[in-house]
């Protein structure tokens, strides 16, 4: 692999001798299944060779996964971190192998930043602040008590964690917004469906449903509708993402609000390893563009919506 991202000018490599490792979380929601076509789309734009593992959601297999690429020497190492923690060891092993490591979409909390070179993705505390905005506005007559059923991500993921902070941050303006529940659905819709029906039966006054991502959102939508209720109506559903399912289901009136995370990281990614490999220095963080939708936004987008 090439001495790339020290700063020194690295040896101009042709595209189609650029070997990037990329290990991705798994396929556990419609946004992963769109990041994932995105950048396998745009490094085959690219010209460079792509190396790409899917770890079923499970850490020691990402672990697994760098490992390999460490071994077979490739260029740059790219990973959406599934958790938070446990990075060090493995990212410090591709520092002294002289790989650089990007990270897309998800971060990882190693106090040593120079374990990686950039990370590029969305400011999840933003998206948890947006979502929780529209329930402050969207309830603000309200006297009575508004009881959030949370549906989160998988526990211990960036993702999860700041849209929690970020919904929570904005919701204690005032008490009578009350998270009466909050329990993991791991981004999934079966598991959103799950732990709705659950919570439905402990909770059967709620207001409404935040769910960490449009796939919960849309399990919660099937156990409101299975418990008898208008799932927009009766129990109003914020989500975090907008991949076309959640778009369609905002559209149809069984999701209020949504909050806009891309998962269309290829180009940026690309860029930032070409990047590297010439020795050229790239920015630390690197933000998404992302914005949030109403039912009628999400009318109006769909048909021109690329995922
Ligand atoms: C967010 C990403 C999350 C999505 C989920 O950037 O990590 O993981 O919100 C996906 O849909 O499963």
């Known amino acids: 692999s090439t001495a790339s991202g020290t700063g020194s000018a690295g040896a101009a490599k042709a595209p189609g001798d650029i070997v990037v490792g990329f290990a991705q979380v798994g396929a556990e ?89 950039s990370f590029l993705g969305s400011d999840f505390i933003k998206e948890g602040q947006k979502a929780g905005q529209w329930v402050v506005d969207e309830y603000k007559n309200q006297t009575d008590p508004v009881k ?7 526990t211990g993921a960036a993702p999860a964690i700041d849209r929690a902070e970020g919904f929570a941050d904005v919701i204690k303006a005032d008490p009578k917004f009350q998270i009466v529940a909050s329990q993991t659905g791991d981004f999934t819709r079966a598991g959103g469906k799950q732990v709705t029906e659950a919570l439905l039966k402990s909770n059967p006054d709620a207001t409404l449903i935040f769910a960490h ?32 399912d959640g778009m369609k289901a905002l559209s149809d009136g069984k999701i209020n609000f949504i909050v ?4 269309l990281l290829g180009k940026q990614l690309v860029d ?35 995922y």
């Open 213 to 244: 991502n449009d796939d919960m959102g849309l399990g919660a939508i099937e156990a409101v509708e299975a418990a008898g209720k208008v799932p927009g109506k009766d129990i109003k559903i914020v989500t975090i993402d907008a991949v076309k």
């Open 148 to 154: 959030i059923i949370q549906l989160e991500g998988t």
């Open 29 to 117: 929601s419609g946004w992963r299944t769109a990041n994932t076509k995105d950048i396998q789309d745009a490094f085959a734009a690219s010209g460079m060779q792509l190396k790409f593992s899917d770890a079923q959601q499970k850490q020691e297999n990402q672990i697994k996964a760098i490992r390999s690429y460490i071994t077979q020497g490739v260029d740059v190492i790219a990973f959406s971190p599934v958790v938070e923690t446990g990075w060090d060891a493995v990212l410090k092993e591709a520092k002294d192998a002289g790989i650089p490591v990007v990270l897309t979409d998800r971060a990882v909390d190693s106090k040593d930043d120079s374990l990686y070179v």
């Open 272 to 306: 930032i390893v070409k990047k590297v490999v010439a020795g050229e220095s790239v920015e630390k963080r690197i933000l998404t563009e992302e914005t949030t939708f109403t039912q009628e936004q999400a009318t109006a987008a769909l048909p021109t919506r690329q």
């Open 260 to 263: 806009e995370c891309s998962p």
